[in-house]
């Protein structure tokens, strides 16, 4: 667990904009280990904003966004990346001098094309992206330990103060996560086929099995259907760990997939290319061929699981046990 420390704060002031699984998540880490003075929260959502209050994820709720930015030594946007060109004006108009904007979105380019004409002068921005979730969402969902031996990977613009960079990778070290500093195009490259492919494969997936009901039924007329009931009861381990993924916010990813589209389908091409030779190899019966394949990728999952990164079981919202979603 994050272990609760009496040091002075790395920012006194700072302002969370939306107070979800990772915006309150980020204020109980940071207040856990002393790193936060007063924490402000805003959210469009008035219960998720109410709801933080009452947990003590936040000291104190603005009325607005301008009012929560005002006066901020550090401003967190924990927003799906597609609202972040409407921000752009309030954080221009109310960043105090020597401000830093930072934010947990997981794609960096786009971000940093979307709040950087906005940055007065004398204000940072440091682009952030703790590779760290659950499939859950709300202020409820939050745990301090969430990025506790995860990465965290900033994309700062080329100009940036390097003390300012240093300030936030010291507050993500201090609670608890691994930094890395990253260019943006390539963290988006690499992120769309660790993160943003798999996402998106487990939506078409369980896509696929909801509309296999009715596609079987006009295929076969009722002989062979398979029902979505069978499919929810006779959920195995690998379907349900894509129904897991895909329980994940519609809005935030449906944000990932067009602001990182490019390598987003660049990806999805050679997953295209990789699932063609797999169909080949089944159809052909070569065995060799797909036994090669099978133990490669288990070398490779094993390196995950050595490195640490095949995530921590944490409680749902129905009290039993799901793996972290990175």
Known sequence: MVEPMADNPIFDRVAIIGVGLIGSSFARAGMAVGAFGTVIGFDTNQTHLDEAMALGVVDEIAPDL??????????????????????????????????????????????????????????????????????LSGPAAGFADLFKDRWCILTPPTGTDPGAVEKVASLWRKIGSDVEIMDADHHDRVLAITSHLPHLIAYTIVA??????????????????????????????????????????????????????????????????????????????????????????????????EAGQAGRFVPTENGEKEPKDS
């Open 66 to 135: 301008t009012a929560a930015i005002a006066g901020a030594d550090l401003v967190l946007l924990a927003v799906p990346v597609g609202a972040y060109r409407a921000l752009g004006p309030s954080l221009k108009a109310s960043l105090k001098d020597g401000a830093i904007v930072t934010d947990v979105g997981s794609v960096k380019a786009d971000a940093i094309g979307a709040l950087a004409p906005f940055m007065p002068q004398g204000v940072s921005l440091v682009p952030g992206h703790p590779v760290a979730g659950t499939e």
């Open 208 to 305: 696929t099995a909801s509309d296999l009901e009715d596609q079987l039924r006009a295929d076969n007329e009722g002989t062979d259907t398979v029902t979505t009931t069978e499919v929810i009861k006779y959920s195995a381990g690998g379907f349900r760990d894509f129904t897991r993924i895909a329980g994940s916010n519609p809005v935030m990813w449906r944000d990932v997939f067009l602001a990182n589209r490019e390598a987003v389908l660049e990806m999805l091409g050679r997953f295209s290319e990789d699932l063609t030779a797999l169909q080949r190899a089944i159809r052909w019966g070569e065995a060799d061929t797909l036994e090669n394949l099978f133990t490669r990728t288990r070398e490779i999952r094993q390196g995950v699981v």
